[in-house]
């Protein structure tokens, strides 16, 4: 446990880490290590901090990290070698996973406070659980904790990828006074809808195994002798979105500082959707979005995502001008394949002058139409994946003109099951270029062969919230469960996450529907856990009118 007597400091320079020539710093510059610092909160509980300051004597801005065990994650390449593909990283011996490089940041004239959360690690406290809400609580008296320092001007900023982001919507949410920026890295908000359930279904994929990992005993993510929330089993008991996920999620408009967010087309199921929900829902109005199509750490770390850091934090916790706040509100990458695409700006998300197109599903032809389909048809597939019958359909559209589709897509679908009461869809959309070769796409932080964009949904779950949906974003209530009736063919919209993708003439957009998984392979979700049993049945045409709903946005100048 945090604890003064096990508190040690060690000096270094620059050139004595293998960052000596990464990022252009003096290799004299000299860097204060300060290793198990205990952080005292108001309850009396010790959180566990690693310290990095500058070894020149004065008062500094901090940058927080607060998370599980993260403090003593490094070096984080340990991490990044065990997933494969994971890209360049390039960074110091002393940066934490998925946490700013102190060898960056120090130099530059900030703090760098790396600190376990409550129960986590090395810190005090005797009960963890999964975004509590007393990490938010923390965060807020971490941060002035920081402040107080005889080392900090007061100044505080937070910045970090993925679960270091996660808190960081939680305690933003609380208003810390001292807290001045911050920086959420693709990092979701909530975790019923972006994770733990995608459309209702439980993800038996990445959530199972971070979760199953993080609370097995002896891990070192929890404290000894520490009481937990079995979140595993608390998924099981509360398949709805209850009180016991609601109080995980943080209130987002009470979020007030300025943030630099970054999300991803390529973390879908997990980070994409929060990044774009945490954009729209803050309320500050100084709020600037990034968006990538690549993998997530790599883009992280890069020089150029550095520079843009350095010059959001400096203009707001050390008062430079750095032309920051020059920068368009949304910087986006159009994709075109995996690692090819372009960047555009605009001043807002959605992106303002997107015409919002609907393509007509025809289940006769297997096609996608620019018109409503007169005809009624159906089309019938296995439920489960089956290799003796069709076990999914598929609808394309080829393109005639250059198209560029950024932000979110809708699938409106009339359905029915034959042999079950409900019905979990996974949903697809491809590219294909002319020669009928698919295009494939990044995906999580390491696979190669994504596709578009995705969707989830179980059929129980389709009672709409009518006062958050939107035309082109369906929001799911996940609070009562309607089962279907024998025969009973219901309408249903399918939230397809945001994606950014250049289609040139002869390309082809296929929507693929189906009940098995679509994209199985390494940490990404998956959904072993189906209600699918028979068969699925569509329906198109006439008083049936499935569609996909495209967003088309402006050409560039």
């Known amino acids: 446990m945090a604890d003064a007597r096990d508190h040690t400091s060690v000096e270094f320079t620059v050139g004595d880490t ?11 510059a000299k860097i204060i290590f300060e290793k198990d610092v205990p952080v005292e909160l108001p309850d009396g509980v010790k959180l566990a901090a690693n310290i990095f300051r500058p070894a020149v004597d004065g008062k500094y801005p901090a940058l927080l990290v607060l998370a599980p ?3 003593d994650r490094f070096p984080a390449d ?12 390039r960074v110091s011996e002393y940066a934490a996973f998925e946490a700013p490089d102190p060898v960056y940041w120090v130099p530059l004239g900030y703090v760098l406070a790396v600190v376990n959360c409550r129960a986590s690690g090395n810190s005090e406290g005797g009960y963890f659980a999964h975004l509590d809400p007393q990490m938010g609580v923390d965060f807020h008296d971490t941060v002035e904790w920081l402040a107080a320092q005889d080392w900090c001007d007061g100044n505080v900023g937070a910045n970090g990828v993925s679960y270091l982001a996660m808190v960081q919507w939680m305690g933003a949410a609380k208003n810390p006074p001292h807290l001045k920026a911050i920086m959420p890295w ?8 972006d994770w733990a359930f995608n459309g209702g279904i439980p993800d038996t994929g990445f959530f199972k195994i971070y979760m199953g990992r993080t609370l097995t005993p002896g891990s070192g993510f929890i404290g000894e002798d520490v009481a937990f929330e079995d979140i595993l ?10 009180d016991f996920w609601t109080e995980k999620h943080p209130d987002l ?10 999300a991803s087309w390529s973390t879908q199921g997990l980070h994409n959707r929060g ?13 600037w979005l990034e968006v990538h199509g690549r993998k997530e750490w790599e883009s992280y770390y890069s020089r150029e995502c550095l520079e843009r850091q350095r010059r959001f934090f400096g203009h707001y916790l050390k008062g430079e001008d750095t032309g920051f706040t020059d920068t368009p509100r949304v910087r986006f990458e159009v994709r075109e394949r995996f690692y090819e695409g372009r960047t555009r700006f605009a001043g807002d998300f959605p992106i303002p002058g997107t015409e919002y197109r609907a393509f007509y599903l025809d289940a006769a032809a297997g096609a996608l139409l620019g018109q409503p389909v007169a005809d009624e048809a159906q089309l019938r597939y296995s439920a489960v994946k089956s290799d003796a019958e069709a076990d999914g359909a598929v609808f394309a559209f080829t393109f005639d003109a250059p198209t560029e589709l950024v932000g979110n897509m809708k699938l409106k679908l009339w359905v029915s099951a034959d042999g ?4 979990d869809l996974e949903v697809g959309v491809k590219k294909f270029d002319r020669l009928g070769n698919e295009v494939f796409m990044a995906d999580y932080n390491h696979m190669e062969t994504g596709q578009v964009a995705s969707g989830w949904l179980r059929v129980s779950h389709r009672e709409l919230d009518e006062a958050r949906s939107t035309p082109q974003q369906p929001w799911l209530k996940h609070k009562n469960m309607q089962k279907l009736a024998a025969g009973e063919v219901v309408p249903v919209e399918v939230e397809i996450l945001p994606s950014g993708t250049a289609f040139a003439a002869g390309d082809q957009l296929r929507l693929v529907v189906q009940g098995h998984e679509i994209l199985q392979f390494g940490y990404r979700n998956h959904h072993d856990d189906s209600v699918n049993a028979g068969h699925h049945i569509l329906y198109t045409g006439g008083q049936y009118d499935s569609h996909l709903l495209v967003p088309v946005i402006p050409p560039a100048d």
């Open 69 to 71: 065990a993260i403090k």
């Open 78 to 89: 340990e991490d990044y070698s065990r997933i494969p593909n994971t890209g360049m990283i």
């Open 253 to 262: 408009s009470q979020i007030k500082v300025p943030a630099y967010i970054c």
């Open 18 to 28: 293998r960052a000596a020539n990464i990022y252009g710093h003096p290799k004299d």
């Open 233 to 242: 089993a608390g998924r099981a008991e509360h398949p709805t979105c209850d």
């Open 420 to 423: 079950a009461d409900d019905m």
């Open 186 to 193: 693709e990092g979701l908000n909530d975790v019923y809808r």
């Open 275 to 287: 990044g774009f929900e945490g954009y729209k829902q803050i309320a500050s109005a100084d709020k």
